[in-house]
Every structure is written in structure tokens, then in C-alpha cells.
T-cell receptor, first 114, second 114 residues
């Protein structure tokens, strides 16, 4: 069975603060993929990143960075110098290589205030 | 050009009615999905089609019937709507089935049953 846990339900920060969204996963598969999606207030789901289980290199994209650690089964997402436009619900998701659908965490609602 | 488009975006209807949500993708993908997001924002797979063939049919009531006339379209028809069907329905697509493929979502269809 696969499971994704996002323990932080809601986070509130002030603009320019750094914030880390936690994601812990469970799977028995050796090959799997982890994703992050952003759902802004307008409602659409925006793909942010995909990472496979054999690539533990951290990734940075502008103010966004991801830390993948297989030893702790975590795939955390950090936003540096947060902005109001980062306010959204962020979902972590997992799928095995042979899987047919994403297993989503319950999401973390991030509010960035001016 | 929208990659995955679904219509209508908003739908308010009475209990007992039958309604359809249409989805089209112009990415040339072989696999399409329907996901449901409940009032607590939890996302769960409903159906998956690969080249017009059903792959996944989660424990969804028979009142929900997907139809894929071609691999670029996956429509969702719902019979005898119930209050509990109120949710956001997301269409999505990926190049192929399996974890190595990024799943791209449409903008969602907000269904309200009154």
C-alpha cells in the first residue's frame, strides 16, 4: 500500500520568510515517483516537480527547492523569500513505476501575508 | 492553448438530474484520468483510460460512467445526481500509463448538487 502524509494542514507566514512544506511517504516499491502540485485560489492544479526514486539530488528552481531523502522517506518543499502569490494549497503525490494513478497527500494550505 | 480543457467549469444542478462533464487534451497523450476533489480538498482517482480502454475503475458508484470516444477525449456522465456528488472534478492526462509520466490536470469542474 502507498501513503503520502502531509502533516502540516495550514501554514501562515509573512512575506519574505522561508517556509518548508513537509511530505512523508510510504511504499514497498523500489521504483517510484514523487510529485508536487500547487493549487492556487483559482482552483487549477499546477505541476511543479517530478522526482524518481533513484535520483536523490536536491533540485532548485528559482525560489523553490526540493529535498528528497530516501532514508527518511521524505520529499520536502521549501519556498525561499515567500511571496503573496505563493499562497495556495500544495499537494505531494506518489506513484509507483507500475502504478496507474497518483496517491495524493491531503495538502498543505500556505498563506503568505504582506 | 489550454493543454487539458474541461467544460463546464461550474455546474449547479438539482438532485436526480443527469449531467456530463467534457474533457479534451491536445497534448497527444495516450492516458486520461478523472479525479475527484472533495470538500476537504482530498484528491482521489476515479477512472483512468489508456487509448480509449478503461484501466482503472475505483470504487465509484455505477451512476458515474466515463466515455472515451477517442484518446483525446474523456467525458464523465453522472446519472441521478446526489448531494454527495458535489465536488470538484479534475480531468488529467499523461503520455503513457505509469509513474514515469507526468500527469497534467485541467482546471477543474465545480459541481454543486442542490
Amino acid at each position: 500500500a502507498q501513503k503520502v502524509t502531509q502533516a502540516q494542514t495550514e501554514i501562515s507566514v509573512v512575506e519574505k520568510e522561508d517556509v518548508t512544506l513537509d511530505c512523508v511517504y510510504e511504499t514497498r516499491d523500489t521504483t517510484y515517483y514523487l510529485f508536487w502540485y500547487k493549487q492556487p485560489p483559482s482552483g487549477e492544479l499546477v505541476f511543479l516537480i517530478r522526482r524518481n526514486s533513484f535520483d536523490e539530488q536536491n533540485e532548485i528552481s528559482g525560489r523553490y527547492s526540493w529535498n528528497f531523502q530516501k532514508s527518511t522517506s521524505s520529499f520536502n518543499f521549501t519556498i525561499t523569500a515567500s511571496q503573496v502569490v505563493d499562497s495556495a494549497v500544495y499537494f505531494c503525490a506518489l506513484i509507483s513505476n507500475s502504478g496507474y494513478a497518483l496517491n495524493f497527500g491531503k495538502g498543505t494550505s500556505l498563506l503568505v501575508t504582506p | 492553448d489550454t493543454a487539458v480543457s474541461q467544460t463546464p467549469k461550474y455546474l449547479v444542478t438539482q438532485m436526480g438530474n443527469d449531467k456530463s462533464i467534457k474533457c479534451e487534451q491536445n497534448l497527444g497523450h495516450d492516458t486520461m484520468y478523472w479525479y475527484k476533489q472533495d470538500s476537504k480538498k482530498f484528491l482521489k482517482i476515479m477512472f483512468s483510460y489508456n487509448n480509449k480502454e478503461l484501466i482503472i475503475n475505483e470504487t465509484v458508484p455505477n451512476r458515474f460512467s466515463p466515455k472515451s470516444p477517442d484518446k483525446a477525449h474523456l467525458n464523465l456522465h453522472i446519472n441521478s445526481l446526489e448531494l454527495g456528488d458535489s465536488a470538484v472534478y479534475f480531468c488529467a492526462s499523461s503520455q503513457l500509463t505509469g509513474g514515469g509520466n507526468t500527469i497534467y490536470f485541467g482546471e477543474g469542474s465545480w459541481l454543486t448538487v442542490v
